[in-house]
């Protein structure tokens, strides 16, 4: 079976950081795109960053450019969201989609932005 | 910028056929945005059902079916069951851009 396992959430404060890391067993999270969506509270999924499988060819919804960066670590499986500068709004469940055609979703980690 | 829209609710009787349709604002939705449909159930992750306009995963019901209806995507349940009972949003994708819609509460009584 195909488990996606997101970690790394929590409370920060506006203006802080948070790394958000994806971890799957089995299934080879380096065999395709690997995607983060998140969810804010009683609101619909929100599409915000892919990474391609070789980690060369990225994308990133506007409202995180330049504060989000995506990462993979081939050898340990690993897809790894870092997010600095964060804001109040990024408040939400972050979920890690692995698979052709976002076939895994993970169960999300939540963060909070709050002062 | 491009809004994906979606009917807010829609309600259909158990073993009832209910369309869900998913639009863009900026222009009509052909296989080329690769429509792709979710499940989501309170407190569970949304689930994948639909990919590429028509395609189901192994684990869809047969049950959906996705296709292209006039200027939009649409999602068909035929023989809707009480676990269908959920929230159901689509995505549509640009290039290297993909929109969600605001999604679908679907009601099954």
């Known amino acids: 079976d195909v488990k996606i396992v997101e970690s790394g959430g929590g409370l920060v404060q506006p203006g802080g950081s948070l790394r958000l890391v994806c971890n799957a067993s089995?299934?080879?999270?380096?065999?395709?795109?690997v995607r983060w969506a998140r969810q804010a509270p009683g609101k619909g999924p929100e599409g915000l960053a892919g990474?391609?499988?070789?980690?060369?060819?990225?994308s990133y919804v506007d409202s995180v450019k330049g504060r989000f960066t995506l990462s993979r670590d081939i050898g340990k499986n690993l897809v790894i969201l870092q997010m600095d500068s964060l804001r109040v709004e990024d408040t939400g469940l972050y979920y890690c989609?692995?698979?052709?055609?976002?076939?895994?979703w993970g169960q999300g980690t939540p963060v909070t932005v709050a002062s | 910028q491009t809004v994906v829209t979606q009917e807010p609710s829609l309600t259909v009787s158990p073993g009832g056929t209910v369309t869900l349709t998913c639009g863009s604002t900026?222009?009509?939705?052909?296989?080329?945005?690769?429509c792709y449909w979710f499940q989501q159930k309170p407190g569970q992750a949304p689930t994948t059902l639909i990919f590429?306009?028509?395609n189901r995963h192994s684990w869809t019901p047969a049950r959906f079916s996705g296709s292209l209806l006039g200027d939009k995507a649409a999602l068909t349940l035929s023989s809707a069951q009480p676990e269908d009972d959920a929230d159901y949003y689509c995505?549509?994708?640009?290039?290297?851009?993909?929109?969600f819609g605001g999604g679908t509460k679907l009601t099954v009584l």
């Open positions: 590429n306009t028509r």
């Open positions: 900026t222009a009509t939705v052909t296989n080329d945005q690769r």
């Open positions: 989609i692995g698979g052709a055609w976002w076939a895994y």
């Open positions: 089995g299934y080879d999270l380096n065999s395709e795109w």
């Open positions: 995505l549509l994708s640009y290039g290297s851009l993909q929109v």
């Open positions: 990474i391609e499988k070789d980690g060369r060819r990225k």
